[in-house]
């Protein structure tokens, strides 16, 4: 089956052409034959009989790349120079830097940056520590922490492979809100440690971003950071996950004409996701909601709840949901079910069985880079259907989120993300939809709507003050 071509893959061809007419086209056709799709073509020099072009590709995987240059020599009689990897010089000395706000030109910036007058500053910030959230990078920096144990779909990578992933998220907080933003990789899986580490930091940074750390360390991480700092803490890929996916669920009800309270769910996946994404479900309003974990329904009549081996925050879930005590695979009890969410992996059952949903069925297969259960599969069966990939509608993406709550909770310094943060950021989101804009292939906005951070930035800082006022 061939994978169509993508930026990730994408390459630059040095390329060796004759200097004829008609070369350059034989080349394209080379390409194209090999299944690449080319992008832009610069001329680097000339010389006598040939000229060198680079020609900028796009395949569908790595292993394409050696057919495109064999195609290349092969069908147009070029020779190819050098190959070169985008995506990697993208990261070539990491996707960050440090740049000063106030230049140094003068002797007088200097006394006012740095010594003698930075003393003054400082004293000020002795006297009263809170002055840091204004006098220092504070006022605008989060910390991105992770210990590199849940890095995307790759796993427990480690804290260095762990990097270009919390530079990335730095990189979406700085295009989207404003935020500046750190990564920091920790060399430790230890909660103990971790906790220690973000309480020592904590001085530095406005927020905290825990990103990548695995279940179920993350609830207690995240949990205990909560209680003991005085900046928020966020999870996002328990919480961005379930802020978008309830602003998709919401629009998704306008358009089937349900109620959430009404809308009855199947959850594949109870991770720090799935766990999150069923609290904000709960607090919303939907009340009928099961999940199923690796080994089938999660509920109190399963024998690891039984003889108490289930964890923690898996008896929780059994407790508050599937109260008929549903047990075995979760494509078994797709019947009456309203929705599907996946968050777990590809092809967990076949696509037949979301026939036996309600009519207007929603289907959110989420899990990366292959979902439960692909779209072409499911629109047979299901009215709106929404992934994680760029590539289909309805992306469900943490960037819709992570961006304006940190934004919103930074400018009326915050001390926490509350629940009501998060229900009115996913209001915020659902909202940018206008009514006449719903259909089944655009019910939440795209990533790269401007519009979106300063909704939810609003949204989350009224909802703070609201709440201190309270």
């Not at 052409?17 to 992008?39: N, T």
């Not at 777990?344 to 297969?365: T, W």
């Amino acid at each position: 089956m061939s994978v169509t071509p993508s930026a990730q893959y994408s390459i630059v061809v040095r390329v060796e052409i004759d200097h004829r007419p008609g070369a350059l086209g034989e080349v394209a056709s080379a390409i194209g034959h090999a299944g690449g799709v080319i992008g832009d073509v610069a001329l680097v020099s000339v010389s006598g009989d040939t000229l060198i072009r680079d020609i900028t590709v796009s395949a569908g995987a790595q292993a394409a790349w050696d057919e495109i240059s064999r195609a290349i020599t092969e069908r147009a009689g070029a020779r190819v120079l050098a190959v070169t990897d985008r995506t990697f010089q993208v990261h070539e000395g990491g996707k960050l830097e440090t740049t000063p706000k106030h230049p140094l030109k003068t002797r007088d910036d200097l006394a006012m940056a740095y010594t003698p007058g930075v003393a003054r500053v400082c004293d000020a910030i002795a006297a009263d520590p809170s002055l840091s959230h204004d006098l220092t990078i504070r006022k605008n920096t989060v910390a991105v922490v992770t210990d590199g144990t849940a890095v995307l779909g790759l796993g427990d990578i480690g804290p260095e492979a762990s990097m270009p992933v919390m530079e990335g998220k730095a990189v979406l907080f700085k295009e989207f809100a404003g935020v500046d933003a750190f990564p920091i990789a920790l060399a430790t899986k230890d909660p103990d440690e971790i906790v220690s580490i973000c309480k020592a930091i904590a001085p530095t940074f406005g927020g905290i971003n825990l990103e990548d750390i695995s279940a179920p360390r993350c609830f207690e991480i995240e949990d205990r950071l909560k209680a003991e700092l005085d900046i928020p803490v966020f999870h996002d890929d328990q919480h961005g996950t379930a802020i978008v996916t309830l602003a998709a669920l919401i629009n998704a009800c306008k358009i089937t004409g349900r109620r959430l309270e009404d809308v009855s769910v199947l959850v594949t996946g109870l991770g720090a996701a799935g766990i999150a994404v069923t609290k904000i479900l709960l607090s919303a309003g939907v009340t009928d909601i099961i999940g199923a974990d690796s080994r089938g329904l999660v509920s109190t009549s399963r024998e690891d709840y039984v003889d108490g081996t289930m964890n923690s925050v898996k008896r929780w879930y059994a407790e508050m949901s599937n109260p008929h005590g549903l047990t075995g695979h979760p494509g078994d009890h797709l019947a009456g079910r309203d929705l599907f969410i996946g968050l777990s992996g590809a092809r967990i059952f076949p696509a037949e069985k979301l026939a036996a949903m309600n009519p207007d069925a929603m289907v959110f297969a989420m899990a990366n880079p292959n979902p439960e259960v692909s779209p072409e599969e499911a629109a047979p069966y299901a009215r709106i259907i929404a992934t994680g990939r760029s590539d289909y509608p309805n992306q469900i993406n943490n960037v819709l989120a992570f961006p304006g709550i940190f934004r919103g909770a930074l400018d009326v310094r915050a001390t926490q993300i509350t629940e009501g943060m998060k229900l009115a950021a996913a209001h915020a989101i659902a909202g940018l939809v206008r009514d006449e804009d719903l259909r089944e292939d655009h019910i939440i906005p795209s990533v790269f709507d401007r519009d979106v951070a300063p909704a939810v930035a609003a949204a989350v800082a009224e909802e703070a003050l609201a709440a201190a006022g309270a």
